[in-house]
């Protein structure tokens, strides 16, 4: 889960994350966006984002 790769690793570009995910970048650029919209990442610059607290809130209460 992409929130969970930018849990673990901080500040991730878009490649980055669709290499650990295994998808392509364009459906990494367009789950961010949701999830940016949504308050759980923040876009640090161009293709790199990372988590906020909100997103790591989030991920707590789906690992429960």
């Known amino acids: 889960m992409l929130l ?3 849990d673990e690793r901080g500040a991730v570009e878009t490649t980055s994350l669709a290499d650990a995910l295994g ?3 364009v459906t990494v650029s367009k789950e961010c966006h949701e999830l940016q919209s949504d308050g759980h990442i923040r876009q640090i610059s161009g293709g790199v ?3 906020t607290d909100t997103g790591e809130r989030h991920l707590e209460t789906l690992s429960e």
């Open 49 to 51: 984002y990372a988590i």
């Open 4 to 6: 969970r790769v930018l």
């Open 23 to 25: 998808v392509h970048p």
